[in-house]
T-cell receptor, first 112, second 110 residues
Framework: KAGVTQTPRYLIKTRGQQVTLSCSPISGHRSVSWYQQTPGQGLQFLFEYFSETQRNKGNFPGRFSGRQFSNSRSEMNVSTLELGDSALYLC???????????FGPGTRLTVL | EDQVTQSPEALRLQEGESSSLNCSYTVSGLRGLFWYRQDPGKGPEFLFTLYSAGEEKEKERLKATLTKKESFLHITAPKPEDSATYLCAVQAGGNTPLVFGKGTRLSVIA
């Protein structure tokens, strides 16, 4: 059974640009969550989508947005990039509530 | 506000030297507590889910336990390949997101 896949794996952008990251969940999983991981803050929740609807949102500015498609694939977008957005962005999928989340390998974003 | 505190931040063990990692939490109505292992540059790998106080789960050299205030991850006779960061997360009632601790960085020396 294929795991969670994320593309691209590495990305270098400059301040002010925007970026789109993609996540394909495990087949059959309908919930997709996104996290930002930095050395200082650890794993911080961005948002969660379930059946194309945003169910939860973390405490991040409106520059961070996401969506989920009918096949459960998800994308997140960051506009007007800042240096502080440099991080590992992780996607996780699960069958539903109270179920363990399975993580992808992450996208390493570097903002110069 | 739901909070998770992991200790110690870093732990260095000799191969075969057993120890425990701690995860203390405050949450309104625990729905589940999750343990993950993360290797450098990779996504977290799921290890265990614990749902109620008194529950225990085991996998190879790892054993996770849960009380009403904390969880322990016991590592018995660790090997160098057990070196990783171990993350703890909790989920409160309802459709709430996971809240992660900052992890314990474990190094096992041969």
């Amino acid at each position: 059974k294929a795991g969670v896949t994320q593309t691209p794996r590495y990305l270098i952008k400059t301040r002010g640009q925007q970026v789109t990251l993609s996540c394909s969940p495990i087949s059959g999983h309908r919930s997709v969550s996104w996290y930002q991981q930095t050395p200082g803050q650890g794993l911080q929740f961005l948002f969660e989508y379930f059946s194309e609807t945003q169910r939860n949102k973390g405490n991040f500015p409106g520059r961070f947005s996401g969506r989920q498609f009918s096949n459960s694939r998800s994308e997140m977008n960051v506009s007007t990039l800042e240096l502080g957005d440099s991080a590992l962005y992780l996607c996780a999928s699960s069958l539903g509530d109270r179920e363990e989340q399975f993580f992808g390998p992450g996208t390493r974003l570097t903002v110069l | 506000e739901d909070q998770v505190t992991q200790s110690p931040e870093a732990l260095r063990l000799q191969e075969g030297e057993s120890s425990s990692l701690n995860c203390s939490y405050t949450v309104s109505g625990l729905r589940g507590l999750f343990w993950y292992r993360q290797d450098p540059g990779k996504g977290p790998e799921f290890l265990f889910t614990l749902y109620s106080a008194g529950e225990e789960k085991e996998k190879e050299r790892l054993k996770a336990t849960l009380t009403k205030k904390e969880s322990f991850l016991h590592i018995t006779a660790p090997k160098p390949e057990d070196s990783a960061t171990y993350l703890c997360a909790v989920q409160a009632g309802g459709n709430t997101p996971l809240v992660f601790g900052k992890g314990t960085r474990l190094s096992v020396i041969a």
